[in-house]
């Protein structure tokens, strides 16, 4: 199991704090794009310290940017975003790169650099670590490289790696884009909506990657999904959103037709 | 048939399926009617034509055959040299300068401040004519190649820095994305999310100014910033009709080498 191997930690990161188990905690966070249209509520939550952490919810009620806004693709308007003893929402230039390397992100249309092969693309996940001479001349450190080599053998792709990332399929895609994310050592991954835009079959098994490589290594995980038995299968804890708000944040045995309901309205789709 | 006449009411109140986009219509209208107008006070008769066509004939009558005397041989070669030194180094220095430039002029990239001054300098280099711009640094640096060159360097500017520019402003947000979401360096975001994506492109411009700096080169020469043009244009005023077929014929050659260059390093970095 390379998991095991794996060293743990980057030279800055902190060792884990008793008394903080939450892998993240958000506070007051609101998000307007328009002066006075909140997409995000008052969301306050705590993200455990270890599983997978499910947001369900209807598109359009901001699970997205309630991810963007914790690696500040998206910049919050209001609120913190509590981090191994940071606030996100404050952090600015070098400060915030050397968070967004601690913090790994799978996306719904995998945002894989088309061009670069999967190799190169899952090395861009070091880039955070590598200076543009180095990166440019792909001269990237041999733990690395071999660290690359060992999750290609995991996610089946090492046959793959010298070809473009926009010869592969949609499924073999989205296990780059997750080993990508697994190269930085992340201590939190964010994935958003991940298996959206895939078959069901596929979205299972990427699932199963995406627990596996992260359970194995301790990493706890944030899920946007909107796929509710796909949450349920593979969650430890649920977070349901509507309207920009939290209406449910328990355990998946928890989650009834109630709160489906509440959640995402209606009630005839649940027959 | 009650259902009948409340159809038909629903089928004529639906609006037209395609709605005729009138303004277009009528700016054809006018410039064919303009194109008609313009013909009729150019004074094109058929005495003229004939005229023209005698003309020609006796024209390439004088060409030919091309004369391919050792010493003017030697003399267009030397002039040819020269031609291809102003297109490699103006090219080699366009595209080197267009790199950074371009990238700075990328509004979705760089901030207002630094897009304008960069987008009025590829505006100012793309003003002129080569020719105009060629003329202004003879009067500058002196006759000769190097007047060339610095020529064709800002007009492999303009053109290259600007569509470099467009290029870089139509990428795919999403691909910059996951690189800035793995906390890269912004040099970092620039050589894996954004020159990966513009890459092929860059050297499509970039062979295309090639082949237009040759043919460019060959007219720089014409206001004395080196290259053939000199010879030619010499050979025009002497009468040297024969002679101007044979540079014309070497011309030709040059620029069909320079189109197989082209499709190589297409090829190679598609």
Partial sequence: MPAASQPEAQPDSQPQADSRTAALEIRGLKKEYRRGVPVLHDINIRIPGRGITAVIGPSGTGKSTLIRCINRLVEPTAGQILFKGLDLATLRGKALREARRRIGMVFQEYNLVERLTVMENLLSGRLGYVSPFKAWLRRYPAEDISAAWELLDTVGLAA????????????????????????QRPELLLADEPTSSLDPKTSVEIMELLAGLTQGRGIPVILNIHNVPLARRFADHVIGMSGGRVVYDGTPEGLDDTHLKEIYGGEDWLE | MTTAPSMDAAVSARPPAFVPN?????????????????????????????????????????????????SKMTLMLRGLYETLEIAVLS???????????????????????????????????????????????????????????????????????????????????????????TGASFMNVILYGVLPQVLTRFVGFATYQFDSNIRNSTMVGIVGAGGIGGTMFAAFQKFDYDYLLTILLAIIALIMVSEALQNWVKKVYQ
């Fill in chain 1, 160 to 183: 793959f790696a010298n070809q473009r990332a926009d010869a592969l399929s949609g499924g073999q895609r989205q296990r780059v884009g997750i080993a990508r994310a697994i190269m």
């Fill in chain 2, 22 to 70: 009138w303004p277009a219509r009528i700016a054809w209208i006018a410039l064919a009617l303009y194109a008609c107008y313009a013909t009729s006070i150019l004074d094109v008769s058929w005495a003229r034509f004939v005229t023209g066509i005698d003309n020609g004939i006796r024209f390439i009558g004088r060409m030919l055959p091309p004369d391919t005397e050792a």
């Fill in chain 2, 91 to 181: 090219s080699a220095l366009g595209i080197l300068l267009s790199l950074p430039i371009g990238l700075l002029a990328a509004r979705n990239l760089m901030p207002p401040w630094l897009t304008w001054p960069m987008r009025l300098l590829i505006a100012l280099c793309r003003s002129f004519h080569q020719v105009i711009i060629a003329i202004l640094f003879v009067k500058a640096v002196g006759f000769g190649a190097l007047a060339g060159i610095l020529a064709l360097t800002v007009a492999s500017i303009g053109f290259i820095a600007k569509l470099f520019a467009e290029a870089i402003e139509e990428i795919s947000a999403k691909q910059v994305e996951a690189i800035r979401a």
